[in-house]
């Protein structure tokens, strides 16, 4: 008889017995301990992936179904209620004034579908690319070479490549920078600032969100903060796991797959940097890369 038992320490042991031509019972006792401890961890894994894949064949589904619906209508224009306005302004012989204002209603309307089309083909290359990165650095094929990185430039553009994204929101976007170079990686630099400033426009509904840069005594911070939500303590122990992140309340109430945050960490720890986050329910969330000032120069 074999069995697996629970000690009142908490440790595991494997309990064997047998018995002999004599009658007698031989007991063996093993401590399975890290085995038990192991298979949990790896049952617990394969369950996250699963859920993961469940996520993301939803979300890859969702801005995809959007781009062919509008497709589909734009191959037929003729079912657009624009243009059957038209057709019969057309028809009915109505005067110039009322043509044009029909044919600008179609316009407008297709303007519409192309404009939604475009942001859910943003939307679902983010999620590709965001998967593809997690991908690339698990097998080291990202370079870690290192060049001269304007700070202040890099931060200005990535603001610029969110503008109008914090405009629908109706956020401020701000931007506090100065004349700083270090040596460091910029691809990575540009994929940890754009994940944080996407999540942080994402989940941030009113006030604004600010970029900049701090300089230590030892080191610089890149400094991403918004007046958002907030994060629980006990989800910020685990907000860098992307299986975890993407069953978050917030997360699946703003949609995507939760990646952003475990791509910039996962970047970040790639080239030896560090990401830090500090936040509180109802106060905002703030995150810093905090880069060796070893490798860095500040301009007068």
Partial sequence: ???????????????????????????????????????????????????FLNIISHELRTPLTIILGYLRFLSNPRVLPSVKN???????????AVITKKFDEVLLE????????????KNLQSMIQSILDLSAV???????????????????????QFEVFAKEKKLELRVN??????????YILR???TSLVDNAI?????????LAIDLGDQCVYL??????????????????????????????????LGLGLAVAHRFAEYVGLRLDVSSRIGAGTTFRVTIPVLNTEVEA
Wanted: aromatic share 6%.
């Fill in 110 to 121: 297709l303007q519409g579908y192309a404009t939604r089309s475009d942001a859910s083909a």
């Fill in 191 to 193: 994929r940890i600032l």
């Fill in 1 to 51: 008889m074999t069995a697996v038992q629970p000690t009142s320490d908490g440790r595991w042991i494997k309990v064997s017995e047998t018995h002999t031509p004599e009658g007698e019972t031989i007991g063996f006792l093993v401590d399975v301990t890290d085995l038990v401890s192991a298979t949990e961890k790896a049952e617990a894994a394969n369950h996250a992936k699963s859920e």
């Fill in 138 to 160: 698990d097998a080291g094929k990202i370079e870690r070479k290192t060049e001269n990185v304007d700070l202040a430039e890099l931060i200005s553009s990535v603001a610029g």
């Fill in 202 to 210: 994402k989940f941030t509904d009113t006030g604004h969100v600010d």
């Fill in 223 to 256: 400094v991403v903060s918004d007046t958002g939500p907030g994060i629980s303590t006990e989800f910020q122990r685990r907000m860098f796991d992307p299986f975890l992140q993407v069953e978050d309340s917030l997360t699946r109430k703003s949609g995507g």
């Fill in 86 to 96: 038209l057709i019969a302004a057309y028809e009915s012989s109505a005067s110039t």
């Fill in 177 to 186: 920078t100065e004349p700083v170079t270090v040596m460091s990686n910029h």
